[in-house]
């Protein structure tokens, strides 16, 4: 399958590697780490080399300094009716990356280093594991130049806070800090800023040791069951656990179970 790019030179990423887990740090050209046409072009790339490159077991998708993503960048619009065709291109290449990513199999991690705002917070929310640091904060964003929500964050936020809460948050907009998002369920955890970088590198291993073909085929079953009936997502998961008896990682995962004097599986991701 095609490899992961790390030689491209991308304007608004810097793209690392070791071993099997990658990282996507948005450095954007454009103020308060926003999101112009260019990122969105690239991230769109960038989501599709990840979803095929089955070397990946695990990516984070962080942001710089203090600031994680802020949304789009509105100094490059008018501020009329002739930002429709704009939006409509930026939309339509940085959806087409989030669409990647959350169809790939290595499961995502999102580091949120600081302001998550707009289709930041699309971004924000789009990972497996969410890891805040405690200087961070997601905010809704849209209302306040009215614009209608993007990025995701219509289709995540109320699968994970419920429709009647996603409805608050909406239209209140209050800014959520990070306490409150662990608690609504939209991060899975709190760490001091100093030691985010640590947490997600150490999240990111432990998820790359994993059954990635697993990983990915669980993330899909999920992803798909709030469309499925209950028969048709029984059959899905009847199809799933099939086709991963017949990976490499069953086999190991099978003999480790039986074998008291192996410590864990050594998953190879196939």
């Known amino acids: 399958m095609p490899q992961l790019d790390q030689t491209a030179d991308y304007d608004n990423f810097e793209l690392t590697r070791k ?11 454009s103020p308060m780490n926003g999101v112009n046409s260019t990122l969105a072009e690239e991230f769109r790339t960038i989501g599709r080399q ?23 960048d509105l100094s490059a619009l ?22 990647h990513l959350l169809r790939m199999q290595p499961p995502l991690v999102t580091a949120v280093n600081g302001t998550a705002a707009g289709g930041g917070f699309g971004l ?29 964050s219509t289709f995540l936020l ?16 209050e800014p959520i800090e990070p306490d409150e998002a662990v608690e609504m369920g939209l991060a899975s955890e709190v760490v001091p800023a100093a030691e985010l970088t640590a947490r997600h590198r150490e999240l990111a291993a432990e998820l790359a040791a994993g059954p990635t073909h697993a990983y990915g085929a669980t993330r899909q079953l999920l992803l798909a069951s709030f469309e499925r009936s209950l028969d048709d997502q ?37």
Do not use: K, W
Request: with cysteine; aromatic share 6%.
């Open 124 to 152: 924000a929310i789009l990972g497996d594991l969410v890891v805040m640091s405690d200087a961070a904060r997601l905010e809704f964003a849209y209302p306040r130049v009215g614009l209608t929500g993007d990025a995701g």
């Open 50 to 72: 990840l979803r095929e490159d089955d070397g990946v077991r695990a990516v984070v998708l962080t942001g710089t300094d203090d600031i994680y993503c802020a949304g789009a």
């Open 234 to 270: 029984l059959a899905a998961e009847t199809d799933a656990i099939a086709a991963a008896a017949e990976t490499d990682d069953y086999e190991h995962g099978y003999a480790a179970f039986f074998n008291s004097e192996s410590e864990s599986p050594a998953f190879e991701g196939n």
């Open 158 to 173: 109320p699968r994970l806070v419920g429709l009647r809460q996603a409805r608050e948050l909406v239209l209140t907009d």
């Open 19 to 29: 071993n099997a887990v990658v990282t996507v740090r948005i450095d954007s050209t």
């Open 78 to 99: 008018n501020g009329d009716d002739s930002d429709g065709a704009r939006l409509r291109q930026l939309a339509t290449s940085l959806h087409e990356a989030i669409s």
